[in-house]
Nanobody, 125 residues
Framework: GRPVESGGGSVQTGGSLKLSCDVS????????MGWFRRQAPGQEREEFA???????SISYLDSVQGRFTISLDKNTLYLQLSDLKPADTAMYYC????????????????????WGPGTQVTVSP
């Protein structure tokens, strides 16, 4: 089934939130999990964090490095958001994909199409 995201909300600059995503249909060893966000309707979703289930390796985009933390606990994917900025305002989505021959998890999760509803994060100045 589709992943289901939760945990979004409205915070002020510098605030924190923790997002969750039920990925029970995807927690297999050779899978990658990732978080995307779309900052405005009509924009492409941008992948910014991912984790490889098999070895726990993680990568982040520079824009969130040091502020966001991705983690996986059994069948739930988490994203801890800290030091939030207005530019982080977006709809956040999780994704999963079989890594197979993809050279990176970012490439693998870019193939995901079974999007859930997302969870909105709004950061005010």
């Amino acid at each position: 089934g589709r992943p289901v995201e939760s945990g979004g909300g409205s915070v002020q600059t510098g605030g924190s939130l923790k997002l969750s995503c039920d990925v029970s249909d995807y927690t297999k060893s050779d899978y990658c999990m990732g978080w995307f966000r779309r900052q405005a309707p009509g924009q492409e979703r941008e992948e910014f964090a991912d984790i490889y289930v098999r070895d726990g390796s993680i990568s982040y985009l520079d824009s969130v490095q040091g502020r966001f933390t991705i983690s996986l606990d059994k069948n739930t994917l988490y994203l801890q958001l800290s030091d939030l900025k207005p530019a982080d305002t977006a709809m956040y989505y999780c994704a999963a994909a079989y890594k197979g021959l993809w050279t990176s998890c970012r490439s693998a999760v870019a193939t995901f199409r079974n999007w859930g509803p997302g969870t909105q994060v709004t950061v005010s100045p």
